[in-house]
T-cell receptor, first 114, second 116 residues
Framework: AQSVAQPEDQVNVAEGNPLTVKCTYSVSGNPYLFWYVQYPNRGLQFLLKYITGDNLVKGSYGFEAEFNKSQTSFHLKKPSALVSDSALYFCAVSSMDSNYQLIWGAGTKLIIKP | DVKVTQSSRYLVKRTGEKVFLECVQDMDHENMFWYRQDPGLGLRLIYFSYDVKMKEKGDIPEGYSVSREKKERFSLILESASTNQTSMYLC???????????????FGPGTRLTVT
Protein backbone atom coordinates (compact mmCIF):
# COMPACT_ATOMS: atom_id res chain seq x y z
CA ALA A 1 0.00 0.00 0.00
CA GLN A 2 1.12 3.52 -0.67
CA SER A 3 2.40 5.56 2.25
CA VAL A 4 4.43 8.60 3.22
CA ALA A 5 6.66 8.80 6.27
CA GLN A 6 8.01 11.89 7.94
CA PRO A 7 10.20 10.29 10.59
CA GLU A 8 10.67 13.40 12.73
CA ASP A 9 7.77 14.96 14.61
CA GLN A 10 9.88 18.04 15.26
CA VAL A 11 13.11 19.50 13.94
CA ASN A 12 15.02 22.23 15.78
CA VAL A 13 17.53 24.39 13.92
CA ALA A 14 19.42 27.53 14.82
CA GLU A 15 18.81 30.55 12.63
CA GLY A 16 21.35 30.73 9.81
CA ASN A 17 22.08 27.00 9.84
CA PRO A 18 21.02 24.66 7.05
CA LEU A 19 17.82 22.71 7.59
CA THR A 20 16.53 19.36 6.37
CA VAL A 21 13.05 17.94 6.80
CA LYS A 22 12.89 14.29 5.85
CA CYS A 23 10.32 12.45 3.78
CA THR A 24 10.24 8.89 2.44
CA TYR A 25 7.50 7.29 0.43
CA SER A 26 6.26 3.94 -0.76
CA VAL A 27 4.31 3.69 -4.01
CA SER A 28 4.33 1.54 -7.11
CA GLY A 29 5.06 3.29 -10.33
CA ASN A 30 6.22 6.85 -10.76
CA PRO A 31 5.52 9.22 -7.90
CA TYR A 32 4.49 12.84 -7.96
CA LEU A 33 5.93 14.43 -4.81
CA PHE A 34 4.88 17.62 -3.04
CA TRP A 35 5.83 19.74 -0.06
CA TYR A 36 3.38 22.04 1.68
CA VAL A 37 3.82 24.40 4.61
CA GLN A 38 1.29 25.48 7.22
CA TYR A 39 2.03 28.63 9.18
CA PRO A 40 0.23 29.06 12.53
CA ASN A 41 -3.51 29.63 12.13
CA ARG A 42 -3.32 29.52 8.35
CA GLY A 43 -4.16 27.05 5.61
CA LEU A 44 -1.62 24.95 3.78
CA GLN A 45 0.53 26.57 1.11
CA PHE A 46 2.24 24.78 -1.73
CA LEU A 47 6.07 24.95 -1.61
CA LEU A 48 7.35 22.77 -4.44
CA LYS A 49 6.78 19.58 -6.39
CA TYR A 50 8.63 16.91 -8.31
CA ILE A 51 6.94 15.49 -11.37
CA THR A 52 9.78 14.43 -13.65
CA GLY A 53 13.17 15.61 -14.86
CA ASP A 54 15.85 17.18 -12.69
CA ASN A 55 16.01 15.51 -9.28
CA LEU A 56 16.67 18.82 -7.52
CA VAL A 57 13.57 20.96 -7.36
CA LYS A 58 13.53 24.58 -6.25
CA GLY A 59 10.49 26.18 -4.71
CA SER A 60 9.16 29.13 -2.76
CA TYR A 61 10.98 30.98 0.05
CA GLY A 62 14.39 29.52 -0.88
CA PHE A 63 13.41 25.91 -0.24
CA GLU A 64 14.53 23.02 -2.39
CA ALA A 65 14.05 19.26 -2.36
CA GLU A 66 15.92 16.36 -3.85
CA PHE A 67 14.18 13.35 -5.32
CA ASN A 68 16.15 10.16 -4.69
CA LYS A 69 14.55 7.23 -6.44
CA SER A 70 16.82 4.54 -5.00
CA GLN A 71 16.19 5.69 -1.44
CA THR A 72 12.53 6.61 -2.16
CA SER A 73 13.09 9.94 -0.46
CA PHE A 74 12.20 13.56 -1.08
CA HIS A 75 13.88 15.59 1.66
CA LEU A 76 13.19 19.31 1.97
CA LYS A 77 16.21 21.56 2.43
CA LYS A 78 17.19 25.17 2.86
CA PRO A 79 20.80 26.43 3.09
CA SER A 80 20.16 29.07 5.75
CA ALA A 81 17.14 28.92 8.06
CA LEU A 82 15.09 31.95 9.08
CA VAL A 83 12.99 32.30 12.22
CA SER A 84 10.03 32.91 9.90
CA ASP A 85 10.48 29.39 8.48
CA SER A 86 9.05 28.01 11.73
CA ALA A 87 5.92 26.13 10.70
CA LEU A 88 4.41 22.71 10.11
CA TYR A 89 5.65 20.98 6.96
CA PHE A 90 3.83 18.23 5.10
CA CYS A 91 5.12 15.88 2.44
CA ALA A 92 2.62 14.28 0.06
CA VAL A 93 2.77 11.81 -2.81
CA SER A 94 0.41 10.78 -5.56
CA SER A 95 0.70 7.99 -8.10
CA MET A 96 -1.35 5.63 -10.15
CA ASP A 97 -1.58 3.49 -6.98
CA SER A 98 -3.65 6.14 -5.25
CA ASN A 99 -5.59 7.05 -8.39
CA TYR A 100 -3.52 10.22 -8.21
CA GLN A 101 -5.02 11.34 -4.92
CA LEU A 102 -2.54 12.82 -2.49
CA ILE A 103 -1.26 10.61 0.32
CA TRP A 104 -0.04 12.79 3.16
CA GLY A 105 2.66 12.45 5.74
CA ALA A 106 1.87 13.22 9.39
CA GLY A 107 3.77 16.50 9.30
CA THR A 108 6.99 17.80 10.84
CA LYS A 109 7.09 20.83 13.09
CA LEU A 110 10.09 22.97 12.24
CA ILE A 111 11.34 25.32 14.94
CA ILE A 112 14.00 27.86 14.08
CA LYS A 113 15.65 29.42 17.12
CA PRO A 114 17.23 32.88 16.96
CA ASP B 1 -3.87 34.51 -7.02
CA VAL B 2 -6.13 31.59 -6.29
CA LYS B 3 -8.45 32.22 -3.44
CA VAL B 4 -10.25 29.52 -1.51
CA THR B 5 -12.56 30.73 1.21
CA GLN B 6 -14.35 28.80 3.93
CA SER B 7 -17.48 30.04 5.60
CA SER B 8 -16.25 29.95 9.19
CA ARG B 9 -12.87 29.91 10.92
CA TYR B 10 -14.29 28.58 14.18
CA LEU B 11 -17.49 26.69 14.83
CA VAL B 12 -18.95 25.15 17.96
CA LYS B 13 -21.85 22.72 17.62
CA ARG B 14 -23.69 20.31 19.85
CA THR B 15 -23.82 16.55 19.42
CA GLY B 16 -26.55 15.55 17.01
CA GLU B 17 -26.73 18.87 15.18
CA LYS B 18 -26.53 19.03 11.39
CA VAL B 19 -23.48 21.05 10.37
CA PHE B 20 -22.76 22.74 7.05
CA LEU B 21 -19.26 23.79 6.04
CA GLU B 22 -19.03 25.88 2.90
CA CYS B 23 -16.10 26.32 0.55
CA VAL B 24 -15.82 28.65 -2.43
CA GLN B 25 -12.97 28.98 -4.93
CA ASP B 26 -12.59 31.73 -7.47
CA MET B 27 -10.25 30.17 -10.05
CA ASP B 28 -12.66 28.03 -12.04
CA HIS B 29 -10.97 24.84 -10.80
CA GLU B 30 -12.61 21.56 -11.69
CA ASN B 31 -11.42 19.64 -8.64
CA MET B 32 -12.40 20.31 -5.06
CA PHE B 33 -11.54 18.41 -1.89
CA TRP B 34 -12.48 18.19 1.76
CA TYR B 35 -9.90 17.01 4.30
CA ARG B 36 -9.75 16.80 8.04
CA GLN B 37 -6.50 17.51 9.83
CA ASP B 38 -5.72 15.96 13.18
CA PRO B 39 -2.40 16.16 15.05
CA GLY B 40 -0.07 13.31 14.18
CA LEU B 41 -2.35 12.02 11.43
CA GLY B 42 -1.67 14.51 8.67
CA LEU B 43 -4.51 15.19 6.29
CA ARG B 44 -7.18 12.62 5.55
CA LEU B 45 -9.41 12.91 2.53
CA ILE B 46 -13.13 12.89 3.27
CA TYR B 47 -14.67 13.53 -0.16
CA PHE B 48 -13.66 15.03 -3.46
CA SER B 49 -15.35 16.20 -6.60
CA TYR B 50 -14.11 16.38 -10.19
CA ASP B 51 -17.11 18.17 -11.58
CA VAL B 52 -20.41 19.76 -10.74
CA LYS B 53 -22.85 17.31 -9.17
CA MET B 54 -20.13 14.70 -9.04
CA LYS B 55 -18.66 13.35 -5.80
CA GLU B 56 -16.41 10.52 -4.76
CA LYS B 57 -15.61 9.10 -1.36
CA GLY B 58 -12.20 9.57 0.10
CA ASP B 59 -10.59 7.61 2.89
CA ILE B 60 -12.95 8.57 5.72
CA PRO B 61 -16.42 9.43 4.34
CA GLU B 62 -18.46 7.90 7.17
CA GLY B 63 -20.64 10.46 8.89
CA TYR B 64 -20.18 13.04 6.15
CA SER B 65 -21.83 13.98 2.90
CA VAL B 66 -21.08 16.63 0.28
CA SER B 67 -22.83 18.76 -2.28
CA ARG B 68 -21.53 20.46 -5.39
CA GLU B 69 -24.31 22.28 -7.21
CA LYS B 70 -22.05 24.96 -8.71
CA LYS B 71 -18.50 24.68 -9.94
CA GLU B 72 -17.10 27.17 -7.45
CA ARG B 73 -18.81 25.83 -4.34
CA PHE B 74 -18.29 22.57 -2.44
CA SER B 75 -20.17 21.95 0.78
CA LEU B 76 -19.41 19.44 3.52
CA ILE B 77 -22.30 18.24 5.64
CA LEU B 78 -22.13 16.49 8.97
CA GLU B 79 -25.52 14.82 9.15
CA SER B 80 -25.45 14.35 12.93
CA ALA B 81 -22.37 15.80 14.54
CA SER B 82 -20.47 13.67 17.04
CA THR B 83 -17.61 14.52 19.37
CA ASN B 84 -15.17 12.44 17.30
CA GLN B 85 -15.75 14.86 14.43
CA THR B 86 -14.08 17.64 16.38
CA SER B 87 -11.25 18.59 14.06
CA MET B 88 -9.78 21.10 11.63
CA TYR B 89 -11.50 20.90 8.25
CA LEU B 90 -9.63 22.02 5.16
CA CYS B 91 -11.06 22.65 1.72
CA UNK B 92 -8.85 22.63 -1.37
CA UNK B 93 -9.15 23.05 -5.10
CA UNK B 94 -6.98 22.28 -8.09
CA UNK B 95 -7.16 22.51 -11.86
CA UNK B 96 -7.29 19.39 -13.95
CA UNK B 97 -5.33 18.29 -16.96
CA UNK B 98 -4.81 15.29 -19.16
CA UNK B 99 -2.47 13.91 -16.52
CA UNK B 100 -4.04 13.33 -13.15
CA UNK B 101 -2.28 14.46 -10.01
CA UNK B 102 -0.02 16.90 -11.81
CA UNK B 103 -1.25 20.08 -10.22
CA UNK B 104 -0.86 21.32 -6.67
CA UNK B 105 -3.87 21.94 -4.50
CA UNK B 106 -4.82 25.35 -3.14
CA PHE B 107 -6.18 25.41 0.38
CA GLY B 108 -8.60 27.53 2.31
CA PRO B 109 -7.75 28.79 5.83
CA GLY B 110 -9.61 25.94 7.52
CA THR B 111 -12.56 25.64 9.87
CA ARG B 112 -11.87 24.48 13.39
CA LEU B 113 -14.99 22.61 14.45
CA THR B 114 -15.67 21.69 18.04
CA VAL B 115 -18.55 19.34 18.80
CA THR B 116 -19.64 19.29 22.44
Amino acid sequence: AQSVAQPEDQVNVAEGNPLTVKCTYSVSGNPYLFWYVQYPNRGLQFLLKYITGDNLVKGSYGFEAEFNKSQTSFHLKKPSALVSDSALYFCAVSSMDSNYQLIWGAGTKLIIKP
Amino acid sequence: DVKVTQSSRYLVKRTGEKVFLECVQDMDHENMFWYRQDPGLGLRLIYFSYDVKMKEKGDIPEGYSVSREKKERFSLILESASTNQTSMYLCASSPTSGVKGLYEQYFGPGTRLTVT
